[in-house]
């Protein structure tokens, strides 16, 4: 696969998102395949509990840990859009950071990126202030964690332009616009269901190029790929993609060693 | 006043404990005259931004910032026991005091002591395994963390035998029996609300004698004095605790200076 | 007084809204005042405990009891705007107008009033779809229940128009502008805070106008005045604007004597 | 089966107890199949929306509506044991029972039985003054209410004794001891998770007799039977009850026409 000299690829998925007293199926299978973990750190979903036993999920499995912050709505799931001041958002961040920070450190891992979750991470995928606010914020508490940004997000851009540590994120499952934008879910044919599919698009993106959903050959370049895991024959395509990827000689990687 | 060689005394307040839109009056004077403050995070009280602004009071007075974790049961301000699991309470621990530590790291402050709340606080002054797990898991965060414990406190003992940092408080508007235990708010004369008392137990505690409801003379030593407020006129006595001590010529100190 | 021949005003205040450990100074007093109570549901703040205590202040001195339904965000107290679809907006109404319903019955006391919270409030003065949303659900609990509306809104004409029972509200220590809407509180003079003014105007909204920030005189219609409780000095507006009332011969009656 | 003359039985399922984001699989099978469902009011577990959608599940399949509160402890599902006071009990109760009323209203169906959770149902097994306040409780929002009460429960003594209407509930998948109380989940054998064996303890229930886990027979008497909906064959272990109810011609019927 010598033509496209890809330095690698990681595969990650939002977990933690549930109450320690719930239980999930098939979490080793996940996490025997994914290479970087969010960790949901208690706002939108998630408790301490939960959020510690997902870190020794990722220790034991090699998995890069990460912090997953979303906005304070239980009941929305983080998805919601809400109106919160720039005070809201510092503070809100620093403190789901910090609460990971912690949990992870006893437990003799670090934390090494960021990812937003919900309206927070669809919000910086246009506003250049607030990106330029969670950029400076997550730089405060440490200049080497990775911002996990979306792919053609304003996000991304202005990580570029101030020098920070940023990993691109890519959707095997969801179609692209011409534009490079994520197809809204409501509109129909947004969200790829066929595991075949997924997994050619999951290879396409690691050689840089997506057909977007008026069928064109789009450019992208990614990082990572986020996968989910709460769909039923989700951890099978999982594997699939492993399977895929390793097939063409790709190697899995957490981020941290391509950005 | 040679003869009771103070070496001097902290005032410590719980602080932080309403949510960031809820108004507190007299914060200024209260900050003006505590040395250390508790800073509650988020589970029985507070909220992210709540505990940034009380942070920078502490730095704008040069108050010792601590944090004050307590149960998650918004509802019952974490005075109600509940029956946790020592994975539940290590992690309900380090989530708090993680949130605490980046809010003040980003505002350039160290938390330099912790204070359990509510039911938490009152567990360990009879509780050895819940001391012991709750001296662990501090430690594991910071070594020169400070604990406080109660006056008389299993907690205490522990500290001690463990070789670990701890600030003993006493309480100068709570009355005490002949076995050093605080008495139950509900029994008469528990709680005392004449401030000449309360300026003259101060006294006595820094000098190391309290008088107890038996009217006995105990011998007490105390590193910090809670002081509440909350009530009506409690901003002035902490005031006027401040002249007595001065008139003593007595330091007052923040407890990182005195263990 | 013939001259205006008012039928008479109530006055209403936002109550319940802190958890019921949380003490309140001077709550005899402004009940004493009041002649309807909006009473916090637990989503913006407030707790069951809480509210029935405020549902038997309520019983104790005559004063109507409504609910003060709010969004799902204890942080931000409700105020903030945040997205939510007509099924959350139903359930959430249901939800906090039944848990009111089954507290004050058990108490003796009907809930017969309904007052919008925070950013719900603010939303129903222009959105009319919400408005009418909100009528239908509150009209499908009860047909009697009286729907409070801001004077100009939009749901006070859409309630007119189906036949809803309305009471329209009126602010005496707010501006208004001459369109009739209440200039938003970051605007210098938004907030009315000198008493004398503050009782004239109360005056002046019961004889049916009121000047606006540009100095015009408005005409002004109002069954309800919101009088807040929280301020320093509230209390003693309140007894002052009582007083001038009853020397106005002004009768002061709860709104379900006047609509 | 005439020997036995089995009036019928009640299948109950604890549901609602997510979010109404999170996807439940297999949830119009559960409704297929159960006769009575105790849907969480938000305090343990569920939300607004949730609960509407659950009410409409049991319109759309003829499933019983009752009530499932709890403590206000989401981190711990409302499992751990907290010490609240009778007024938050009471307010707690109310709180609940209302919120589901009026949705449930709103949606034409009314709230026949209340099935308390977790702690709180553990609590009633023994505590008699609990148990009395609980039925007082009840009984004040509707004397037709049925309550849910374990076999062999104090309340369920206690509800005779005051005439309450009151329906046994017994475990197929739960091992009793000698003396008829259920053995608690860390002991060995406690939980019976051979589906076989499940199904043959139901027709026991039916008959009147389960064998304990020291292998004696125990005469037990039950009203409904809790099925779980959230372990891996737990749904078609439903239909394989249901069939083997059918098959002695045991008619399942919900509650209501049984006690």
Same mark, same amino acid.
């Given at each position: 696969?010598?033509?496209?000299?890809?330095?690698?690829?990681?595969?990650?998925?939002?977990?933690?998102?549930?109450?320690?007293?719930?239980?999930?199926?098939? !979490?080793?299978?996940?996490?025997?395949?994914?290479?970087?973990?969010?960790?949901?750190? /208690?706002?939108?979903? /998630?408790?301490?509990?939960?959020?510690? %036993?997902?870190?020794?999920?990722? %220790?034991?499995?090699? =998995?890069?840990? /990460?912090?997953?912050?979303?906005?304070?709505?239980?009941?929305?799931?983080? +998805?919601?859009?809400?109106?919160?001041?720039? !005070?809201?958002?510092?503070?809100?961040?620093?403190?789901?950071?910090?609460? &990971?920070?912690?949990?992870? +450190?006893?437990?003799? =891992?670090? =934390?090494?990126?960021?990812?937003?979750?919900?309206?927070?991470?669809?919000?910086?995928?246009?506003?250049?202030? &607030?990106?330029?606010?969670?950029?400076?914020?997550?730089?405060?508490?440490?200049?080497?964690?990775?911002?996990?940004?979306?792919?053609?997000?304003?996000?991304?851009?202005?990580?570029?332009?101030? /020098?920070?540590?940023?990993? =691109? !994120?890519?959707?095997?499952?969801?179609?692209?616009?011409?534009?490079?934008?994520?197809?809204?879910?409501?509109?129909?044919?947004?969200?790829?269901?066929?595991?075949? +599919?997924?997994?050619?698009?999951?290879?396409?993106?690691?050689?840089?190029?997506?057909?977007?959903?008026?069928?064109?050959?789009?450019?992208?370049?990614?990082?990572?790929?986020?996968?989910?895991?709460?769909?039923?024959?989700?951890?099978?395509?999982?594997?699939?993609?492993?399977?895929?990827?390793?097939?063409?000689?790709?190697?899995?990687?957490?981020?941290?060693?391509?950005?």
């Amino acid at each position: 696969m010598a033509e496209h000299a890809c330095k690698g690829i990681d595969l990650n998925s939002d977990t933690g998102e549930r109450y320690s007293f719930q239980k999930a199926l098939g !979490e080793e299978k996940l996490f025997q395949n994914i290479t970087s973990a969010n960790i949901a750190c /208690g706002f939108h979903a /998630g408790d301490p509990v939960q959020m510690a %036993r997902t870190v020794r999920l990722c %220790r034991e499995y090699n =998995v890069q840990v /990460g912090a997953h912050p979303g906005l304070p709505d239980p009941l929305g799931f983080g +998805r919601r859009n809400m109106e919160i001041s720039p !005070e809201e958002l510092e503070y809100y961040l620093l403190y789901q950071l910090g609460s &990971l920070h912690h949990i992870a +450190r006893s437990l003799g =891992v670090p =934390v090494k990126h960021v990812k937003l979750h919900g309206a927070l991470y669809n919000a910086v995928t246009k506003d250049e202030a &607030l990106s330029r606010e969670v950029i400076r914020i997550v730089n405060k508490v440490d200049r080497d964690m990775i911002l996990v940004a979306p792919f053609g997000s304003v996000m991304h851009r202005v990580a570029l332009d101030l /020098g920070s540590r940023v990993a =691109v !994120e890519a959707f095997a499952d969801r179609a692209y616009d011409r534009t490079g934008a994520l197809v809204p879910r409501k509109v129909e044919g947004s969200v790829i269901t066929d595991p075949g +599919r997924v997994v050619e698009r999951v290879l396409g993106i690691v050689r840089g190029e997506v057909t977007t959903i008026e069928g064109l050959i789009l450019r992208i370049q990614a990082d990572t790929i986020c996968l989910h895991s709460d769909t039923t024959g989700a951890l099978s395509l999982i594997e699939n993609i492993r399977r895929a990827l390793a097939n063409e000689n790709i190697p899995v990687v957490s981020m941290d060693q391509l950005v």
